[in-house]
Antibody, heavy 121, light 107 residues
Framework: EVQLVESGGDLVQPGRSLSLSCAASGFTFDDYAMHWVRQAPGKGLEWVSGISWNSGSIGYADSVKGRFTISRDNAKNSLYLQMSSLRAEDTAFYYC??????????????WGQGTLVTVSS | DIQMTQSPSSLSASVGDRVTITCQASQDISNYLNWYQQKPGKAPKLLIYDASNLETGVPSRFSGSGSGTDFTVTISSLQPEDIATYYCQQYDNLPLTFGGGTKVEIK
């Protein structure tokens, strides 16, 4: 069974940085692309970033490009999101999601349970 | 970016009713479309992939259709456990984009 467990969500001040992690199990991690998707409280879903199986292809939403960095460690079955210059509008539940192939483009998602990031002074 | 427009944004129907939600893409996405169900306080769950393929374990009362720019998901007989918000998502092009969601309630 696919299990994705996010951690690292916290209350952080605007302009500060925060790092999220996702521990994966129940599948061969280095066969699949991985993604971060977020959802502001009471709002819809927004894809944030994706990384291919070998980190050779990475994509970002325009709203986070230049501020967020996705990475993975296949030896540790882990996905990461380094977030900097955080803004109030980054407040959201952040979901780790498994893709359905090694490519970030052809992806349907299996989802973790999410971790809450709150950006506020 | 490919815009995904869902309608309606909410609906109220009776148990046993047939319910249809539509999703329109701003350009041709072939059949590169997924549907997700999100219950309150929970993570989304994949219902349908490649526009019309039912995910394993999803009840057969759910079905999906469409290609190109126009897609639908249908619940043939609405059940109380289907109360949720439904989202479409395209994966033809980056950035991957979602529709705004359709909230389904029981009348």
């Amino acid at each position: 069974e696919v299990q994705l467990v996010e951690s690292g969500g916290d209350l952080v001040q605007p302009g500060r940085s925060l790092s999220l992690s996702c521990a994966a199990s129940g599948f061969t991690f280095d066969d699949y692309a991985m993604h971060w998707v977020r959802q502001a409280p009471g709002k819809g879903l927004e894809w944030v970033s994706g990384i291919s199986w070998n980190s050779g292809s990475i994509g970002y939403a325009d709203s986070v490009k230049g501020r967020f960095t996705i990475s993975r460690d296949n030896a540790k079955n882990s996905l990461y999101l380094q977030m900097s210059s955080l803004r109030a509008e980054d407040t959201a539940f952040y979901y780790c999601a498994k893709g359905s192939s090694g490519s970030i483009l052809r992806s349907r998602f299996n989802w973790g349970q999410g971790t809450l990031v709150t950006v506020s002074s | 970016d490919i815009q995904m427009t869902q309608s309606p944004s909410s609906l109220s129907a009776s148990v046993g009713d047939r319910v249809t939600i539509t999703c329109q893409a701003s350009q041709d996405i072939s059949n590169y479309l997924n549907w997700y169900q999100q219950k309150p306080g929970k993570a989304p769950k994949l219902l349908i992939y490649d526009a019309s393929n039912l995910e394993t374990g999803v009840p057969s009362r759910f079905s999906g259709s469409g290609s190109g720019t126009d897609f639908t998901v249908t619940i043939s007989s609405l059940q109380p456990e289907d109360i949720a918000t439904y989202y479409c998502q395209q994966y033809d092009n980056l950035p991957l984009t979602f529709g705004g969601g359709t909230k389904v309630e029981i009348k």
